[in-house]
C-alpha cells in the first residue's frame, strides 16, 4: 500500500512518464491557510538545476484538486497533482531486457509480472518523491512553530560536498551522502512504546525515500561503542532536558523534549555514464548496459528536503494522536 | 498502538511487574503444528542467564489460551501468555520521582499523566519482547524454509565479546553492541515501492526492539561513501542473483532474491551499578540515582533472537500479502 | 483481523471450550478508574440465566492481565481474560460430519480446511461477546455522560416478549427479535462523509454480532416509503436540534446532535431441540441432525447488552478521534 | 479517513463543484486490462437524465492519471479523475446561513468550522460516487465470473417505480426506494468471524453512500420474526448448497457460497422544490429555505449502480484476502 500515517495520512501515486505524479492527504486539520504558492520554496529545493543533479526540467507546480476552498483546507482530502512534460521514454527501453544495476528495473518486472511501467523506472522514481515533499509543507505548517531542518553533511565521504560532485561528474561516477536532520520545539510525549516508537515510524517513512540505505538516532552506531556511564544523557530540569543528546531526543520510543537527531545514509545514485555490465533477460548472456536518461551524480544533494517532509508527516500525525494539533485550527463564525 | 502487521498482526501487551506479559498473533494461516515446546529455544535464546544479562529468572512457559487445536493452528487469533513471578517491584519506587537517566521513566510519566505502571519500566520494559519472540517463533515456521540468523558481532566495540563484557562487569557500567541479521532465501519482490518498502517495514519492526539506535541495509552507511561504478551490485543471472551485495538483497523497496542483510545498533544498557546524576521531581534540585533493579551489564547479548523474530515476522506478513504463504497450510479431509 | 476502531481499538479472541475468551482494548486513555467488579453489570445482562436462555453457567468474571495500575487504566493495553469452566464438548462430535442448518460449522471447516476448533462454535461462539462487553463497559465510561441504551421490544413478532419465549420453548423451537437502541447527548460531528460515516461504523460493529442480520436508522425502511416533504427533519434551533428525528441523529454521514437511533434485526436461534435435515459429509446423503449442546431459545434476549457496548465502543473512538475525549483523563502531580 | 478496504483499497476525493472528483485505488492486481471506455456503462447508470433525476449534466469521463500502463494495470495506484464541468454554484448561497433540512448544510460547517466547501453539498455530494461506481467497474472485473447485480425493486412504497416518480415529480416532492443487491458464485469462506463479518464489510461500505439508512440481508427484519425451524436454511450439499436462503449466503459471517443477497432503504432525497422551514444560523429566528440547485426526486434511480460497486469492491478485498484473485494476472515474457 502507498499510504502512511494514522491521522495525518499520505497516498502518493503516479509515474516518471505518466501523466502527472501525485498525492492524496488525508486528516489534515480544516481551517489551515494554504496557496499553490507556499510550495514552491521546498520544491525548488527538491528540484534539479545544480550541478550533480538531472537535466530533466519540470516546473513542479501544484494542481490542488480537492480540499481546498477560500485559500482554507476543509477538512476533506487534499489531492495535489504535478503534470509531467520534460518527458524521454525512448532511453528507458533497453532497460526492459536488460536491467540496470542497482536500479529496480529487475525486481519491478519480477514483482508486477512485466506490467510495470518501465519509463523513468515508473512509480519507483524519485520523481515521486514530489508528493511528500507536499505532504511536507502541509505538516510543516500543522507543526509550528516546530521547525525540521535537514542539510547534507557528507557526500561521497566529503565534507566539502561541492568539490566531492565536482569530481564524480569529472569521472562519470556517482556519490552517495548523509543528511542530517533535526527538530527542535518537539513536545514531549510522542510515539508509542512499541510498535509505534518514533524511531520506527521515521524511519519507516525515511526509507520509503528512494536510495535510503541507513538511518540511526543521536549517537547511533557510534553510541554502540560508548559505555553506558558516558552514553547516558544526564536530565537537568524537571521538563526532561538533558546534558547530552546521545538519545537524538528519544527515550523508550518516546520523544523527551529535547532536539530530535537522525543521520540517514544516502547511497550513491545508480545511474552512471558508464557502461556496466549486467544479464541480458533474453539470452541469458552477459553484456552491458549504460544508463543514458537523465540523472544525478549525486541525488544526495536533493534529498534533505524530502527527510525534512518525513519527519515533518511523521511529527503531525504524531502531534494529532496526541491531542497537540486540533481537528480545527478556527472557528468560523456563520456568515 | 500496540499492533505491527497487516496480514500476520502481532499485539503485545502487559508489564514487567504486573501478572504477565503476552502476544496476540492474528492472521496466522490454518493447519500450522505448533506445541508449547517449539518456543523453548528461542526464548531460552532471549532469557537471562548468560554473564552480563540480569538476575532476574523466569521460566518464560507460553500459555497459549486460544488459537490452538489438536496441535495445529485453527486460524484464529493465538493469545499467548507468560507469567511473571520474579517480581521485585520495590526497588523500582524512588525512581518515580529522581528518573533514571537514560531511561523511560520520565517520558512515560509525562505521556500518560503519572498513570503508567512504573514498576520494572511497565510497559517499556524489555521483557516485553518474549511475545516478540513468540510471535517470531511462528512466523519462523511459516517462511520456511528461509532462515533468518542474527548474532552480536561486536560489543563495546569489540569483536572480543566476551571479553568486552567482562570488563564492563568489572567496571559497574554497560556497554552496547552490533546485530547483524541475514536470511538466505528470501523471495523476489517482497515490499512496495515506497511507504512498505522491505527497509521501512524491516527498520519500523527493528526500532520497536527496546534499546535499537541505527540500522543499515547492506553496505549501508559506509556505502553511503562509495562510488556508483563500485556500489551498483552486477546482476550476473536472469532471476536476479548479483555478484556483491550492496544493497543489502533490496532494490527500489523490493527484495531482489539475494541474501536479506542488514546490521543493527544497540546502545549501551542504561541501567548501571553506579550513581548517576538526575533531578529530584519534587524539589527540582540535582541528586543522584542509582538502578539497583536487575539489569544486564549487556543486553544487546539477548537482542539477536529478538531481531530474527522481527526479520521474520516482517517476511511472514509480506509473503502472506504476496500469497506465498497459503492461509490454510493443509486442507483436512471431513472427520 | 479481529479487530476494530481506530484509536479505541478492540480485539477479541479465545473459543468457546478453550481455555478462555477475552478481548483486548488498545488506545484506552489513560486515567480511567476501573475496578473489575465495574463489569459485573452489563455481564451479568448478557449471561445465561433468564428462561429462553442457555444452561450454560459460567461466572464471568474478568482477569485483567495489563494496563491497569493502582485502580486506574495506564494508557497502555488492556488485556481481559474470561476462563471457560462450565464446558461440555462432547455434544458437538457429530456436527463435524453433520453440520447443523443455519449454524457456521460447515462455512468454518470450509474455511479454514478443517482446523477449526468446532467445540462450541469454536470462535463463532456467541460467547467471545462477552469481550465485546467488557470493551462496552469501558467505552461507556469514557463517553459519560452519554448513556446508550438498547432493548429488546420485539421477540418472534409480538410485543410481549415473555410470552413469546414461552411459546417458543414449549414449542421445542427458537425465536429472533428486534433490539432499539438510543444514545442521547451525542455531539455534533462524529462520523465521515463517506466511508466512515455514523452508520458504516455502527452497522460494521453491530453486524459482528452473531445472528445479526438487519440495521435501520431513524425511520429506516419504513423512511424509504415517505416522502421528502414527510421525512425531512425540520431544523429548530442553531445547534441542530430538529422537531422529528427520520434521521436517527446522523445527516450525511456525521452525528446532527439529536438522539441517535437505531434498531437490530436478530434472526431466531439456530439451535433448536428438534431434528433437522442436513447432509453427511462422508457419505453425501441426506440424514438428520439435532443440536444437542445448551442453547438459547431466543438469544435475541441477550443481544441489547452487547448492541450497547458495540454503540459505546463506536462512539468512544469517534470522540477520541474528535478530540472530545483526551488522551490522559486527568493528571497527577509527581509523587 | 476517506478509504476503504485492506488489500484492494479505495479511497475518494474531490467536492461537488471543485475542479474534480476522484478516486484512488491502490492494490489493484497487476495485469489487468483496462480502458476509459470500461467504464462508460456503468458511470451512464450512476449519471443524470432519467424522468426524476437532476438535471445537472456532466460528462463523466474518467481520466486515468496512474496505474496504467499499455492498456493493463500495472500494479501501482491507479488514480481516476472526473472534471467537474456543469457547476452553478450561486444556488447554493443562501444555504450556508439557513440549512436545508435532511441535509448535511449544517453538520458539515459545525464538523469542518465553517471551512467546509458548501457548493453544492461539497464533499457531501453524491457527485463522489462517481468515484466509487468507477472503484467498482475495477473490481467487477476482478471477481468474475461473480456477478453482482443491483435493482430498484421499490419506490415511494410502489413497485410501479415509474409511476411513484412521476407522481412525486408533481407534488414537487421526492421519494426514496429499496434496492435489492444479489451476486452468484461468491466462493464459500469470505469473511471473518467477527470485526470483519461478511455483513460488517458490506453494510459498512454500502452505508458510505449518500441517503442509506437501513440494509438486511436474507431474510432480514422480516427474518426476525419467523421461527429457527423454519428460518434455517437446510443443507443439501456437501458443497454447502441450501434449500432457501434466509441467511442471504452468510453463516456465521462467512459468505457459505449461496446467492449474496441483501436489500437496501434508500431515503427520500432531502431536496424537494418546496419552501422547507428552517432556521436562520444568524438572527436565530425560524425561516424558510428553497433546495433550488438541480437535484433528483428519486435518488434512488441512482443507487443500484453504486449499491453493486460497493458489493464488487468488497468481495475483490476479501477474495484478494482468501488468495483467490492472485497479485498477478498473468506473466509476461522478457521483451
Redesign the interface.
Known amino acids: 500500500?502507498?499510504?502512511?500515517g494514522?491521522?495525518f495520512?499520505?497516498?502518493?501515486?503516479?509515474?516518471s512518464h505518466?501523466?502527472?505524479?501525485?498525492v492524496?492527504v488525508?486528516?489534515c486539520p480544516?481551517?489551515l491557510p494554504l496557496d499553490p504558492s507556499d510550495f514552491a520554496s521546498d520544491l525548488a529545493r527538491r528540484m534539479s538545476g545544480l550541478p550533480g543533479t538531472t537535466a530533466r526540467r519540470e516546473t513542479d507546480t501544484p494542481?490542488i484538486?480537492?480540499?481546498l476552498?477560500?485559500a482554507?483546507?476543509?477538512?476533506?482530502?487534499?489531492?495535489i497533482?504535478f503534470e509531467n512534460r520534460d518527458v524521454d521514454s525512448n532511453a528507458y527501453e533497453p532497460f526492459?531486457?536488460t536491467?540496470r544495476?542497482?536500479?529496480?528495473d529487475?525486481?519491478?518486472?519480477?514483482?508486477?509480472?512485466?506490467?510495470?511501467?518501465h519509463?523513468g523506472g515508473?512509480?519507483?522514481s524519485g520523481r515521486?518523491t514530489a508528493g511528500l515533499v507536499a505532504a511536507g509543507v502541509i505538516a510543516k505548517r500543522l507543526i509550528r512553530p516546530i521547525l525540521a531542518e535537514a542539510t547534507l553533511v557528507?557526500a561521497?565521504?566529503s565534507t566539502d560536498v561541492e568539490d566531492a560532485v565536482g569530481e564524480?561528474v569529472k569521472?562519470h561516477?556517482?556519490?552517495?551522502?548523509?543528511v542530517e536532520c533535526r527538530a527542535r520545539g518537539v513536545p514531549?510525549?510522542l510515539g508509542?512504546?512499541?510498535?509505534?516508537?518514533a524511531?520506527?515510524?521515521l524511519?519507516?517513512?525515511v526509507?520509503?525515500i528512494?536510495g535510503?540505505?541507513?538511518?540511526?538516532?543521536?549517537?547511533?552506531?557510534g553510541?554502540?561503542?560508548?559505555?553506558?556511564?558516558a552514553?547516558?544523557?544526564?536530565?537537568?530540569?524537571?521538563e526532561?532536558k538533558?546534558e547530552t543528546n546521545?538519545?537524538?531526543g528519544i527515550?523508550?520510543?518516546?520523544?523527551?523534549g529535547n532536539e530530535l537527531f537522525f543521520r540517514v545514509?544516502?547511497?550513491?545514485?545508480?545511474?552512471?555514464a558508464?557502461n556496466?555490465?549486467?544479464?541480458d533477460?533474453?539470452t541469458?548472456l552477459?553484456g552491458e548496459v549504460m544508463a543514458a536518461g537523465r540523472h544525478d551524480a549525486c541525488f544526495?544533494l536533493r534529498v534533505p528536503v524530502i527527510v525534512e517532509a518525513a519527519c515533518a508527516v511523521v511529527l503531525a500525525d504524531l502531534m494529532l494522536?496526541?491531542?497537540k494539533i486540533?481537528?480545527?485550527?478556527?472557528?468560523?463564525?456563520?456568515?
Chains 1, 2, 3, 4 share one sequence.
Open positions: 500500500m502507498n499510504s502512511f494514522r491521522l495520512r499520505v497516498t502518493i501515486f503516479g509515474e505518466g501523466p502527472c505524479v501525485g492524496l488525508d486528516g480544516a481551517g494542481s484538486m480537492s480540499g476552498f477560500e482554507r483546507t476543509t477538512g476533506a482530502p487534499l489531492a497533482l526492459r531486457k536491467p544495476p542497482g536500479q529496480a529487475l525486481v519491478a518486472f519480477q514483482k508486477f509480472g512485466g506490467f510495470n511501467d519509463r515508473g512509480t519507483f515521486l557528507e561521497g565521504g564524480a569521472a561516477d556517482s556519490i552517495g551522502g548523509i514531549v510525549g508509542e512504546p512499541f510498535f509505534n516508537s524511531e520506527s515510524l524511519s519507516h517513512l526509507f520509503s528512494p535510503i540505505k541507513g538511518i540511526e538516532f543521536g549517537a547511533g552506531f553510541g554502540s561503542r560508548m559505555r553506558g556511564s552514553y547516558n544523557d544526564i536530565i537537568v530540569s524537571t526532561g538533558t546521545n538519545a537524538g527515550n523508550g520510543g518516546i520523544t523527551n545514509a544516502v547511497r550513491p545514485t545508480a545511474s552512471i558508464q556496466q555490465l549486467t544479464i533477460l533474453n541469458g552477459r544526495a494522536l496526541e491531542q486540533p481537528r480545527v485550527l478556527e472557528v468560523k463564525e456563520w456568515t
